[in-house]
């Protein structure tokens, strides 16, 4: 079983307000990933990071931010929610001989957002 | 044209059937491919990971890559109840991030 945490699994909040959904891994993983999962769709990736103080956008633009501090926390921000980021969010993991490019990513049960 | 495309069914089969699960794709780059099993209100976990042509089997599992067609398949024999889930495909030409399908969901029914 892998070894990442995300909190909260669920939350419902209104708009406007600001939000952090944390992420955590005890695999001394080097890469880590944010996707946004809607249902029927496909997995997007908004953000990744290599490393620390490292970080990237991904496919789908998205008005959240990342930051990489320390290597086992990769927490993903709204400044202002809004009902388009009603979501599920999944967090992931991967080593750095492997990873993202060649598909071993090890991932969270997800944060699972609705703003009203 | 999306780079990968998957039939999100969802597909009811009976316990012990042949499951057949496939997704085309249109990037000759991608060499890296795999499938994800994810269970309700769960994140996506690995189930199969082939590099480049041919087949790949691990139990009831098999995986094939058609590399001349853009053609992959996941089959699952002998289905189970716990079988049932969403099979996500996903690949990677190795230079940049996975590319999902939209996954397909699968019923088993005992």
């Known amino acids: 079983e892998a070894d990442i945490y995300q909190t909260p699994r669920y939350l419902v909040i209104g708009t406007g307000k600001k939000i952090t959904l944390e992420c955590s891994q005890t695999?001394?993983?080097?890469?880590m990933y944010w996707y946004q999962q809607d249902p029927g769709m496909e997995l997007h990736l908004i953000h990744y990071?290599?490393?620390?103080?490292?970080?990237e956008k991904g496919d789908l633009s998205s008005e959240s931010t990342v930051s990489r501090i320390r290597t086992e926390h990769f927490p993903l921000t709204l400044e202002s929610a809004r009902p388009s980021h009603t979501s599920q969010y999944l967090c992931?993991?991967?080593?750095?001989?492997?990873?993202?490019?060649?598909?071993?990513?090890?991932f969270g049960e997800g944060s699972r957002l609705t703003v009203l | 044209q999306k780079e990968v495309e998957q039939d999100p069914g969802p597909l009811s089969v009976p316990e012990g059937a042949i499951v057949s699960l496939n997704c085309t794709y249109s990037?000759?780059?991608?060499?890296?491919f795999m499938w994800y099993r994810q269970y309700s209100r769960k994140g996506p976990e690995l189930l199969m990971y082939?590099?480049?042509?041919g087949n790949k089997e691990d139990g009831r599992f098999t995986a094939q890559v058609d590399k001349s067609s853009k053609y992959i398949s996941l089959f699952i024999r002998d289905s189970q109840p716990s079988d049932s889930a969403t099979y996500l495909c996903a690949m990677s030409s190795g230079n940049t991030p996975l590319v999902f399908g939209k996954g397909t969901r699968l019923s088993v029914i005992a």
């Open positions: 695999m001394g993983h080097d890469k």
């Open positions: 082939t590099y480049s042509s």
């Open positions: 992931a993991s991967s080593e750095r001989s492997k990873g993202a490019n060649t598909g071993e990513l090890f």
């Open positions: 990071s290599y490393g620390v103080n490292s970080t």
């Open positions: 990037n000759s780059a991608f060499q890296y």
